[in-house]
């Protein structure tokens, strides 16, 4: 059992929790994610690692309430416990394993939308305290959704902007990153994790700029072992798992109508069924519910 020690609301239906995991947090690091499970009847739920303690042995993870699932992880309190907490799955960021003085030389930027802030903040605070500044851009409907911005203005510089323009600057992230731009500010590397749709437009937007960008997909995962398919993207020409070769990607090969339209179709039963005819030996099968597995 894992036990939830600390639980904070960070905004409207967004959660917070740390969890006492101490083998997951022993190896873990920025970029990877958790499957947890509520009780031995919920769903197995991917969450992206969101920080990490090693010492004291915690992971935390931040959550939207959506399907049951989630749902009933909303009601945990502190104290309660997880059935299961399996990590980490997936790479790590790419950054990791650059030298420290080329990061050092580099300008990299991070753009965050939502939930997606989350993911992000690991990354940031690994450079920091290896010395790399950083930039960020953190995107939010409004300002009662922008999340983590404390944390952020401690590890990196931080610029948020807010759709309805009620805090920090106003439009989405692409006009930010424009708008830097005309500022007078270079990039050398982007990474963008948030919404499918949100890191369509950044990286159509980086493209154009010349900024190379990883993206971090979060296609529907169910086994994270790269076993049963679901999280299948297309990366050019290749077919790539994102639990077990990903989560992170080069943006700039993504097909995002394709990436968005398999999850919409993999969410019901006739969708599931065509993707197994459509993707033949590639498409895996093991998750249960497209019969591949039989």
Same mark, same amino acid.
């Given at each position: 059992? #894992? ?47 969101? %920080? ?27 104290? %309660?416990?997880?059935? %299961? ?18 990061? =050092?030389?580099? =300008? ?58 009620? #805090? ?86 993504? %097909? ?9 179709? #993999? ?28």
């Amino acid at each position: 059992m #894992y036990k939830i020690l600390k639980k904070e609301v960070l905004a409207e239906n967004i959660y917070s929790m740390v969890v006492e995991a101490p083998r997951v947090a022993k190896h873990c690091e920025p970029g990877q994610f958790i499957i947890a499970k509520v009780d031995e009847t919920a769903e197995r739920i991917p969450l992206t690692i969101c %920080d990490y303690d090693r010492e004291a042995g915690t992971v935390r993870i931040v959550f939207m309430p959506i399907g049951a699932s989630t749902l009933k992880m909303k009601e945990l309190q502190e104290g %309660d416990a997880f059935e %299961d907490f399996v990590g980490p799955l997936g790479r790590p960021s790419d950054l990791i394993e650059e030298s420290i003085e080329e990061l =050092k030389n580099k =300008k990299i930027l991070f753009i965050a939308g939502g939930v997606g802030t989350a993911p992000v903040y690991p990354q940031v605070k690994w450079l920091h305290e290896h010395g790399v500044e950083a930039d960020a851009i953190i995107g939010a409907k409004t300002k009662d959704l922008v999340i983590l911005e404390k944390e952020f203005k401690e590890v990196c510089n931080l610029y948020v902007t807010t759709d309805d323009g009620s #805090y920090g600057r106003t439009g989405m992230v692409t006009k930010c990153l424009e708008d830097l731009v005309k500022e007078g500010k270079h990039y050398d590397h982007c990474v963008a994790i948030g919404p499918m749709i949100m890191m369509k437009f950044v990286c159509k937007l980086t493209k154009e700029l010349g900024i190379p960008t990883i993206v971090s997909m979060n296609p529907i995962m169910v086994d994270g072992t790269g076993m049963c398919g679901a999280c299948r993207v297309m990366v050019g020409d290749e077919v790539k798992f994102a639990c077990v070769d990903g989560p992170e990607f080069d943006g700039h090969l993504i %097909d995002f109508d394709q990436a968005m339209q398999r999850q919409a179709m #993999y969410r019901t039963e006739e969708g599931r069924a065509k993707l197994a005819f459509l993707e033949g030996e590639t498409h895996h099968g093991g998750c249960g519910h497209c019969g591949g597995d039989k």
